[in-house]
Structure formats: C-alpha cells, structure tokens
C-alpha cells in the first residue's frame, strides 16, 4: 500500500486535517515525511490504526481512554473500557425510559379525565422526575457500520439544552498569528503563547486572563493545507507593552452561543453551526471570512497548563467553549 497524504486521508474517512494533527500531537497516530516531499503521509499501519479510532469515537469512547486501549496489549484493558461506557449508555437508556413511562402517564391521564393535569400533586411522582438523570437520545443498538455512524449523528445534534448563551466582556489583548508549516500554526502560536504568559508573569498580574483562538487567514489553498493560518489572543492589562512576533488588539466582546467540548472533538464545529444557523429565537453575527466569520475558542482551563512545572506533561483533554457570536433575531 502507498503512502496516503493527509489530505487523502482527511477526504478519506470525512475527517479534518486539524484533527489528524491532533491525534498526532497526543500520540495516537504518527506521520512521515518522504524524501523532497514535505507533507505529511501515512503508511498502511497508521491506517488501519485511525479506522480503529474513528469507531472507538463513534462509540463515544474518550480520546483519553482510546490511548489507553491502543498501548496496552492486556484484553482486560479494552473489557474495562467498553464495560464503563455500557454502563454509561445503561444509565442513559434507563433515565430516559423512566421520562418516557412519566410522559406516557401523563397523557393517558389527560386522555381519560380531559381536565388539568392533577399528577403534578404526587409527591412520589416528583421525587422520581427529581431524581433523573437526563440524556439527549437513546444509544439504539446499530450494529452495522452505516448504522452506528446515523446513530453518531442523531446524538450529536444538538438542542438548546446542549448550549450556552454568554456575554464576552471587551478585552485588550495580546494577539499572535502564525501560517502553515510543521508541526502546524495552532502549535507554533501555542508555544509561543504559553511563554509569553511565563514572561510576563501575567497570571499573578491577571488571574482572569482568557485565552482565545481562531483560524485565519490564509486559509489553506494548497492541497495539503501547509499555507493554513491560525491566531490566538490572551487578555492582557490595558496599560501592558508587548512586542513583536505579538501585536496588541481590541476585542469588542458580546453575546455569543457556546458549546463546550473536550480538546480534538473538532467535528462539533458542524453540529454547532447547525443549531446556531437554524434556531428561531437567535441568528449568526458574521464577522470576516479570513477571520472564522468571528467564531471563536476558548481554552477553558487553560491556566492549569500554565501553573504546571515546565517538566510535567498537561492532561490531553483540555476543555474547549466553541464560540458564535449572536443577536436575537428581530421580530
């Protein structure tokens, strides 16, 4: 089998560029570079190895558990991990058919007596409701593959139950833009980032600083994607004096939807803008093109990777608010 490019291969299994260099930034799977030839391939073996994660994924198995399952060679391991998470759809299939046994009581009440509805009064009734705990969608058991990938679908759309509404605050903040290149923009910008808060001390000056990011222009023309470009911004004190590569900017802030999701599930992107672009009460914002039309994401914990010692290893599974920004729609 040839070497495929990325490019192949995120055409290929429906999966972003962006998230092949996740996966190979945390060690799932690894990339080579032949000889005159400077984008990144993957031989038969990474292959196989990313088939194999992308269904761990769409059995809603963690990156972080997947890790663990691909390193060990113990059967006990993958038991463990696939007995916790049919536990979770356990717990899942067993709220939701408690609701659905509440609702369907509820309506052969109102069908039967046609008056208001008196169960609301059953303190027994509401100490079960009470006690819920509630899921979007129930796991249905699809066992073949077009089947597990239209029940990945419905359980990642989202409802308004999934999504936050925030106001940003305006923010002076300290920008840094970087295009395409290895190991990538959104590391390069990363590691820049994360010394330039070591330098200037700012999470004693600022413990609320917030740390944004966004792609940018260009947009990645070449095939491959190599010409990408990535921005990100912390905010910094009004009155602070930074200097190049970094340039100094105004965030205006507003309202914007959010979406939290763990560090890689970049996918969510699509589901996310989905809901914003169809939902009645709120519409999209739009900013520029070559700036992610003004979307946004926020490293949430961002400062536990800043107070860890230069010598210890972040935990992988950083968490991500996705970010549009909104207005209520005019009625």
Known sequence: MELQTISHVSKQFKISTRTLRYYEQIGLIKSSIKEDYSYRTYDEGTILRLKQIIVLR????????????????????????????????????TALTTIKNVIQSF????????????????ESLLEIVDSLT?????????????DLIKANEKLNKLTDRDVRIVYLPPATVASIHNIGGEPGPEKITGDLLHQFIKDKKLAEIKPDF????????????????N????????????????????VKKKFP??????????LGDF?????????????KKYEIVWGKPEDMNGFLEEHLNYINLYM????????????????????????
């Not at 509630?134 to 077009?146: A, L, P, Q, V």
């Not at 917030?210 to 994607?225: I, V």
């Not at 309202?255 to 763990?262: D, E, K, S, V």
């Open 58 to 93: 769409k059995l809603r198995i963690p990156l972080k558990s997947i890790a663990e399952i691909l390193q060990s060679e113990n059967t006990a391991k993958l038991i463990e991990v696939f007995q916790q998470s049919l536990e979770e759809i356990g717990d899942e299939i």
């Open 107 to 122: 309506i052969e009440h109102l069908n039967m007596n046609n008056t208001k509805l008196q169960l609301l009064d059953d």
């Open 134 to 146: 509630t899921s979007k969608i129930n796991f249905k058991e699809d066992k073949t593959m077009d």
């Open 210 to 225: 917030r740390h944004y990011g966004f792609n940018n222009t260009p947009n990645g023309s070449q095939p491959e994607g």
């Open 227 to 246: 010409d990408r470009g990535y921005e990100r911004w912390v905010t910094i004190p009004d009155d602070m004096n930074i200097s190049p590569p970094f």
């Open 253 to 262: 802030g507003g309202l914007y939807a959010a979406f939290m999701i763990p």
């Open 267 to 279: 996918h969510c992107w699509e589901p996310f803008y989905s809901w914003a672009n169809t939902h």
């Open 308 to 331: 860890l010692p230069d010598d210890e290893e972040f935990d992988k599974m950083l968490q991500l608010d996705l970010l549009i920004p909104i207005k209520e729609r005019k009625q």
